[in-house]
């Protein structure tokens, strides 16, 4: 009896999870392979033959000037982000960890931003830059203010700091959970032993931090490496391509005027193998992290 009311639960099971698995299988394994596929043809994503041409498209990568120059920009940009992320979530983290009063009312106004779509938040600050910035001048003296995603030297940082307004919210969550699990009997000794708030930041915060500030780092590589929604927003790469992340350059090869669909999977077949060896460096990681701390 036990056992049919098993079997029974195993085909419920099996039922409720079958529809997302198909799906899932369809919508990504599926189109995973199907990438792979296309990145070792020459097919241009409109004509209805194509041919097998191997690892020919990748070879072409290697000697693409503008590919090389799409990943210098977007390994710039990934790296400004994790430090940022990393020194400015770490310090609202300790700062909002601190609030004695209204602390839920205070972490949700900083969580907001994470709740708007990223397309609203780039549509938003684009306005911003535009409109509201030049506006501004007269404050400050000036006749006017250029919009910084009109400048070659400023734009990749103003699709940063869009960026990082939207995307702190979730490591100082993070980080947050990390200070809470830090003994306070730690606290309490340090200052019986004369530590100032610096020297317990690090000799007693910063040390139980680093399994937390290693994931949100690989976490926000991995984000800056993807990065595609705020550039195209903001910029769709220019001005004279000093935005054109890797994303936005797939993006354009695959749909622009003269699609090039199997350079663009290969460019993404790339981009895939290092978000999964990232991927698996932060499993193992958070897997060492469990082990710790049981």
Request: glycine share 6%.
């Amino acid at each position: 009896m036990r056992k049919k009311g098993l079997n029974r639960d195993r085909l419920s099971f099996l039922i409720i999870t079958l529809p997302a698995l198909l799906l899932y299988s369809f919508f990504y394994i599926y189109s995973v392979i199907l990438g792979f596929y296309y990145s070792t043809t020459d097919w241009n994503g409109r004509s209805r033959t194509f041919n097998f041409v191997g690892l020919e498209n990748f070879k072409k990568l290697l000697g693409n000037k503008a590919f090389f120059n799409s990943v210098t920009i977007t390994l710039r940009y990934a790296l400004l982000m994790v430090v940022f992320t990393i020194v400015v979530g770490m310090i609202l983290a300790v700062s909002l960890n601190s609030v004695k009063r209204f602390k839920t009312a205070f972490k949700s106004v900083f969580f907001f931003p994470a709740m708007i779509s990223s397309v609203a938040v780039a549509l938003i600050w684009d306005q911003v830059f535009i409109r509201a910035l030049p506006s501004l001048a007269p404050m400050f003296g000036l006749d006017t203010i250029a919009s910084p995603l009109g400048s070659k030297q400023l734009a990749l940082y103003a699709v940063l700091f869009v960026n990082l307004w939207q995307a702190l919210a979730m490591p100082t969550v993070i980080f947050i959970a990390g200070l809470q699990t830090i003994p306070d009997e730690l606290y309490e000794s340090s200052v019986i032993d004369g530590a100032s708030m610096f020297e317990q930041f690090r000799f007693v915060t910063l040390p139980y931090m680093v399994p937390t500030i290693t994931v949100n780092a690989i976490l926000t590589l991995k984000s800056g490496i993807t990065a595609f929604d705020y550039a195209k927003a903001l910029t769709n790469g220019g001005p004279a391509r000093s935005t054109m992340l890797v994303g936005i350059k797939i993006y354009i090869d695959a749909f622009g005027d003269s699609p090039k669909f199997s350079i663009a999977n290969a460019e993404s077949v790339l981009l895939f193998l290092v978000i999964a060896v990232l991927s698996v460096i932060q499993l193992y990681i958070s897997s060492r992290r469990g082990v710790n701390n049981t």
